[in-house]
Nanobody
Framework: VQLVESGGGLVQAGGSLRLSCTASGSGFTFADYAVGWFRQAPGKEREGVSAINNYDGRQYYADSVKGRFTMSSDNAKKTMYLQMNSLKPEDTAVYYC???????????????????????WGQGTQVTVSS
């Protein structure tokens, strides 16, 4: 499966952006996978932002984005979204979407937001928040 992100850009603090992640590949549907958004700032490790386990519908968010970011998906369009509101300069990073086979048991948030559990990645889209 190929994943392609879009929607990044430059925004002022307090503003909003919506990122999109579109999948290509026959037979692939987000509804059958665990999917997530991740980000990597310069000089920092890649970190998990949010994830959905579409096996049981549970959603997971990093504490730093709770209440500000929301994941959603449109399976017919093979696209998932990350709505980012009340953006802060510390949200500046390259944002990646990822997908992998879902776990069939409830997982801790730390597991679902761990980049290492995902094998399929997009190329990333830059988000820059100015102060």
């Amino acid at each position: 499966v190929q994943l392609v992100e879009s929607g990044g850009g430059l925004v002022q603090a307090g503003g909003s952006l919506r990122l999109s992640c579109t999948a290509s590949g026959s037979g692939f549907t987000f509804a059958d996978y665990a999917v997530g958004w991740f980000r990597q700032a310069p000089g920092k490790e890649r970190e998990g932002v949010s994830a959905i386990n579409n096996y049981d519908g549970r959603q997971y968010y990093a504490d730093s984005v709770k209440g500000r970011f929301t994941m959603s998906s449109d399976n017919a369009k093979k696209t998932m979204y990350l709505q980012m509101n009340s953006l802060k300069p510390e949200d500046t990073a390259v944002y990646y979407c990822a997908a992998d086979h879902p776990p069939f048991t409830v997982q801790p948030v730390g597991v679902m937001l761990a980049p290492a559990r995902y094998d399929n990645w997009g190329q990333g889209t830059q988000v820059t928040v100015s102060s």
